[in-house]
Nanobody, 117 residues
Framework: QVQLMESGGGLVQAGGSLRLSCAAS????????MGWYRQAPGKQRELVAS???????NYADSVKGRFTISRDNAKNTVYLQLNSLKPENTAVYYC???????????WGQGTQVTVST
Protein backbone atom coordinates (compact mmCIF):
# COMPACT_ATOMS: atom_id res chain seq x y z
CA GLN A 1 0.00 0.00 0.00
CA VAL A 2 0.92 3.65 -0.30
CA GLN A 3 1.60 5.91 2.63
CA LEU A 4 2.05 9.66 2.68
CA MET A 5 4.12 11.22 5.42
CA GLU A 6 3.72 14.95 5.89
CA SER A 7 5.87 17.36 7.82
CA GLY A 8 6.60 21.04 8.15
CA GLY A 9 3.40 22.43 9.57
CA GLY A 10 3.39 24.69 12.56
CA LEU A 11 2.76 28.14 13.92
CA VAL A 12 4.05 31.18 12.10
CA GLN A 13 3.42 34.91 12.24
CA ALA A 14 1.74 36.77 9.42
CA GLY A 15 4.22 37.50 6.68
CA GLY A 16 6.34 34.53 7.58
CA SER A 17 7.16 31.40 5.62
CA LEU A 18 6.80 27.69 6.00
CA ARG A 19 7.71 24.69 3.91
CA LEU A 20 5.57 21.59 3.88
CA SER A 21 6.89 18.23 2.77
CA CYS A 22 5.10 15.05 1.83
CA ALA A 23 6.98 11.85 1.14
CA ALA A 24 5.20 8.96 -0.52
CA SER A 25 6.23 5.39 0.06
CA UNK A 26 5.01 2.12 -1.38
CA UNK A 27 4.13 1.11 -4.91
CA UNK A 28 4.29 4.47 -6.60
CA UNK A 29 3.64 4.60 -10.32
CA UNK A 30 5.79 7.07 -12.20
CA UNK A 31 2.80 8.77 -13.77
CA UNK A 32 1.08 10.60 -10.99
CA UNK A 33 -0.13 13.90 -9.65
CA MET A 34 0.71 15.17 -6.21
CA GLY A 35 -0.93 18.09 -4.61
CA TRP A 36 -1.91 20.01 -1.54
CA TYR A 37 -5.39 20.70 -0.30
CA ARG A 38 -6.38 22.67 2.75
CA GLN A 39 -9.38 22.86 4.98
CA ALA A 40 -9.92 25.86 7.19
CA PRO A 41 -12.28 25.78 10.17
CA GLY A 42 -15.86 25.89 8.98
CA LYS A 43 -14.90 25.71 5.31
CA GLN A 44 -14.74 23.03 2.65
CA ARG A 45 -11.53 21.40 1.59
CA GLU A 46 -10.01 23.18 -1.38
CA LEU A 47 -7.17 22.60 -3.78
CA VAL A 48 -4.14 24.75 -3.07
CA ALA A 49 -1.70 23.49 -5.68
CA SER A 50 -0.86 20.41 -7.66
CA UNK A 51 2.03 19.18 -9.74
CA UNK A 52 2.24 16.36 -12.24
CA UNK A 53 5.09 13.91 -12.58
CA UNK A 54 6.03 15.92 -15.66
CA UNK A 55 6.31 19.12 -13.66
CA UNK A 56 3.15 20.94 -14.71
CA UNK A 57 1.71 23.00 -11.87
CA ASN A 58 -1.66 24.40 -10.96
CA TYR A 59 -2.44 26.90 -8.21
CA ALA A 60 -5.46 28.35 -6.56
CA ASP A 61 -5.76 32.01 -7.49
CA SER A 62 -5.50 33.04 -3.87
CA VAL A 63 -1.98 31.65 -3.48
CA LYS A 64 -0.43 32.49 -6.83
CA GLY A 65 2.80 34.37 -6.35
CA ARG A 66 3.08 33.40 -2.69
CA PHE A 67 3.06 29.61 -2.64
CA THR A 68 5.25 27.33 -4.72
CA ILE A 69 4.78 23.64 -5.27
CA SER A 70 7.67 21.44 -6.32
CA ARG A 71 8.59 17.79 -6.32
CA ASP A 72 11.51 15.45 -6.26
CA ASN A 73 10.51 12.42 -8.29
CA ALA A 74 13.51 10.41 -7.15
CA LYS A 75 12.34 10.80 -3.56
CA ASN A 76 8.62 10.66 -4.34
CA THR A 77 8.30 13.84 -2.36
CA VAL A 78 6.26 16.96 -2.94
CA TYR A 79 6.89 20.30 -1.27
CA LEU A 80 4.84 23.38 -0.73
CA GLN A 81 6.67 26.59 0.02
CA LEU A 82 4.34 29.02 1.73
CA ASN A 83 5.53 32.62 1.70
CA SER A 84 3.93 35.85 2.85
CA LEU A 85 1.52 33.90 4.97
CA LYS A 86 -1.75 35.45 6.01
CA PRO A 87 -4.05 34.54 8.89
CA GLU A 88 -6.63 33.35 6.38
CA ASN A 89 -4.15 30.70 5.27
CA THR A 90 -4.64 28.96 8.59
CA ALA A 91 -5.89 25.47 7.84
CA VAL A 92 -5.09 21.81 7.91
CA TYR A 93 -3.07 21.09 4.81
CA TYR A 94 -3.44 17.67 3.23
CA CYS A 95 -1.12 15.96 0.80
CA UNK A 96 -2.69 14.05 -2.06
CA UNK A 97 -1.26 11.50 -4.46
CA UNK A 98 -3.17 10.37 -7.53
CA UNK A 99 -1.89 7.35 -9.43
CA UNK A 100 -3.07 7.94 -12.95
CA UNK A 101 -2.66 4.41 -14.25
CA UNK A 102 -4.67 2.92 -11.41
CA UNK A 103 -7.05 5.84 -11.05
CA UNK A 104 -6.68 5.80 -7.29
CA UNK A 105 -5.88 8.52 -4.81
CA UNK A 106 -4.22 8.62 -1.43
CA TRP A 107 -4.28 11.22 1.29
CA GLY A 108 -1.95 12.20 4.04
CA GLN A 109 -3.13 12.70 7.58
CA GLY A 110 -2.92 16.46 7.33
CA THR A 111 -0.61 18.96 8.94
CA GLN A 112 -1.77 22.05 10.78
CA VAL A 113 -0.64 25.45 9.58
CA THR A 114 -1.53 28.30 11.89
CA VAL A 115 -0.78 31.90 10.98
CA SER A 116 -1.06 34.39 13.79
CA THR A 117 -1.79 38.09 13.49
Amino acid sequence: QVQLMESGGGLVQAGGSLRLSCAASGSIFSINVMGWYRQAPGKQRELVASITSGGSTNYADSVKGRFTISRDNAKNTVYLQLNSLKPENTAVYYCQLVLIRLDVEYWGQGTQVTVST
